[in-house]
């Protein structure tokens, strides 16, 4: 049975992490400082390492969140298309409407690093499988005599370059792509990409 310090604490844990997600979106990462989390959530400095070991643990958790509503994002995607090449342009389009919309929680679940000697927690690695996951699938139906290493070997280089091109250019770098141009540009690689898949499949 949940006793009333255990309801307190989840509701301390609560405030805390919306304190810390409102934080990160509208400054994102740099000079986030337990001492500005603590008194937009109302409690004292102390209170937060009673629910969170540190600073990076609370970062960790709005990064799980992140991260499980990009999961939600992209498996709304996957049941849109059927068609290999469709699904992963779909996917694609999907990754460049959330890290646009959610700027600042985007760029932290690449940004933060945990403290040096400090592993990441393995239930948090696990969580990244999102990224990924979804590509497997298509890149089967696209490859189907690659086993299961080969293909995750695949959907991770492929989601490296989906990532590259989103962050290179939402980041303002000087050889990214124009607002204007990003989406069409993508699904133009992606593209490139499947045509490639199905040309060395009748090869």
Request: with cysteine; aromatic share 4%; hydrophobic share 50%.
């Amino acid at each position: 049975m949940t006793t009333k310090r255990d309801a307190r604490r989840e509701e301390l844990k609560g405030r805390l992490i919306k304190a810390a997600q409102s934080r990160i979106q509208s400054s994102g990462l740099s000079g986030l400082r337990a001492r500005d989390i603590t008194a937009d959530a109302g409690c004292a400095l102390g209170a937060l390492y009673t629910v969170f070991a540190d600073l990076d643990d609370l970062i960790l958790h709005v990064n799980s969140i992140t991260l499980a509503r990009l999961g939600a994002a992209l498996r709304q995607e996957v049941t849109s298309a059927a068609e290999p090449g469709a699904r992963l342009k779909a996917l694609a389009k999907a990754y460049l409407a959330f890290a646009r919309d959610n700027r600042m929680l985007w760029a932290a679940l690449f940004e933060h690093r945990m403290a040096p000697a400090a592993p990441v927690p393995e239930w948090h690695l696990a969580e990244h499988a999102v990224l990924i996951q979804h590509l497997v699938e298509p890149l089967a139906m696209l490859r189907p005599a690659l086993d299961t290493p080969e293909l995750l070997a695949r959907a991770r280089t492929l989601f490296s370059a989906v990532h590259g091109i989103v962050a290179i250019s939402l980041e303002d770098r000087f050889i990214g792509l124009a607002p204007s141009d990003l989406e069409s540009e993508l699904l133009n690689f992606v593209d490139i990409l499947v045509t490639g898949l199905k040309t060395t499949v009748r090869e």
